[in-house]
């Protein structure tokens, strides 16, 4: 269980996106659609992310499906839709990044790149992909894949580090445990909020945790994502879909419908998350219930 896990970790460093602080003891909560459909979804979905007190917006502008059949993004459109949903709240955007080639493409709009968990260990990929975020101040973050072992996640971020230490700057790297790709109790995957914790005590960059991908079903998000704040996670990334959407958008089968989260239930988890307390005290942060 972890119920009842006692964080002791060190410090972690903190920076900000686009205003948006990144490491504090307020956890950093980015929530979005897992892939844009359209203008009118990702505008609905900032205005409510905004009024539910998230932090930064997500929505996949290029999405790596495994069937090649499969919705792949909206791809540059999508893009500028992210960014007037941005302009308008005022809110960060991050979003996946899958090649080089899209680098400038990517950078040109996000506030944020995303390295998803299929290119943990590319690392051509993390290189220019950090070359371009420590050149342009911007942020990365780096899902952990399907079966990691602690020194390969490290590593992978110390691929991204390097790059914003070549330039003296602080790397504005976030970790995210998405869980393991092994399915236990009817999840999609499993979440290891104990890996998450490792991370954490292993690294002083941010780690944040992925209830949406880790649990795949959208009951059981609210508790894994407790678990993983209860396991000292910066923050967290969620998926999110409207009361009212179906498992398609305009004939398109929706990316991940089963695990989106609906914008009230959304909105109730945001409140009870706010009733949770964080210590002060370094280097002991454990989250309880007021």
């Not at 502008?61 to 893009?79: D, I, M, V």
């Not at 390097?162 to 499993?190: A, F, H, W």
């Not at 993983?228 to 923050?235: P, Q």
């Not at 305009?250 to 419908?257: A, L, P, R, S, T």
Request: aromatic fraction near 8%; charge should be negative.
């Amino acid at each position: 269980s972890t119920d009842k896990i006692v964080a002791e970790v060190g410090e972690t460093i903190t920076f900000s996106v686009n205003k948006t602080e990144i490491g504090t003891e307020k956890p950093i909560i980015i929530a979005g659609p897992c892939a844009v459909y359209s203008r009118q979804q990702i505008l609905e979905s900032a205005k409510n992310g905004k009024e539910a007190g998230i932090g930064m917006l997500r929505g996949g502008a290029y999405k790596p499906r495994t069937s090649p059949y499969s919705f792949q993004g909206l791809g540059l459109e999508a893009l500028e839709f992210l960014a007037e949903a941005s302009e308008i709240t005022g809110l960060p955007f991050v979003t996946e990044v899958m090649d080089q080639h899209k680098i400038e493409e990517v950078g040109n709009y996000a506030d944020v790149f995303q390295i998803g968990a299929r290119n943990m260990q590319n690392y051509a990929l993390l290189r220019e992909v950090g070359q371009y975020a420590a050149e342009h101040d911007q942020g990365v973050l780096l899902k952990t894949g399907f079966l990691p072992k602690l020194k390969e996640v490290l590593c992978a971020a110390e691929y991204v580090a390097l790059e914003y230490d070549r330039v003296g700057k602080l790397p504005k790297i976030i970790l995210c445990e998405r869980g393991i790709n092994s399915q236990s109790n009817g999840m999609r995957n499993t979440p290891q909020p104990k890996f998450l914790l490792e991370l954490r005590q292993a690294t002083y960059l941010p780690v944040i945790g992925d209830p949406s991908h880790s649990s795949g079903r959208r009951d059981l998000v609210s508790q894994t994502g407790i678990r993983y704040l209860e396991a000292a996670a910066n923050g967290l990334i969620i998926d999110t879909i409207s009361d009212t959407q179906g498992p398609q958008i305009n004939g398109i089968e929706v990316c991940d419908y089963d695990q989106g989260m609906r914008d009230s239930v959304f909105k109730g988890f945001m409140k009870e998350i706010e009733k949770l307390r964080v210590p002060q005290e370094w280097p002991y942060r454990n989250i309880r219930k007021e």
